[in-house]
């Protein structure tokens, strides 16, 4: 009898969870206030390809926590998301629950007007971006 192979076609799960956030406040002030919301540290970092950009660790090295501005002075850092101002995006294991209350803390936020969950697929060449954005962090994340 013959034996059959089956190729899993499938790209791996990325590791990870991007959300959108629409807001009035500028990158200092929407970090202020998810600091205190999320009980977290963000700390701002050099600028990404000209756009702010604020890191968190959460203490015991499984989820770091990424601000980055969509909007810069003269550019878009994701076109196809023009209308979103902030992207935050978790990086390691993040199951549903914690995703919905994240995005509901983030809601809570007086400055912020929208956030969504964005798949990465959605975002051209997120790989791409994921990997400039780790690449631009090594230099400063080094243990």
């Known amino acids: 009898m013959a034996r059959k192979n089956i190729l899993d076609n499938r790209p791996a799960p990325s590791p990870f969870s ?18 205190q919301k999320l009980e977290q540290d963000l ?17 015991n090295g499984f ?7 969509n909007r810069s002075e003269n550019t878009v850092l994701v076109t196809e998301f023009r209308q ?5 995006l978790v990086e390691g294991p ?20 929208m956030v969504s969950e964005i798949r990465p697929e959605a975002i ?7 990997h400039d954005l780790e ?8 243990p």
């Open 135 to 142: 690449m631009h962090l090594s230099g400063f994340l080094k």
């Open 84 to 88: 979103i101002d902030y992207f935050f």
């Open 43 to 59: 700390v701002k970092m050099d600028d990404f390809r000209g756009h702010s950009l604020y890191f968190c660790d959460d203490g």
């Open 94 to 113: 993040f199951k549903k629950p914690q995703r919905d209350h994240l995005a509901k803390a983030i809601r809570a936020v007086p400055l912020v007007l």
């Open 124 to 130: 051209k060449d997120h790989d791409l971006l994921l």
């Open 18 to 35: 991007f959300f959108g956030i629409s807001c009035h406040g500028i990158d200092y002030q929407l970090a202020f206030h998810l600091n």
């Open 63 to 69: 989820n770091h926590y990424y601000l980055l501005g």
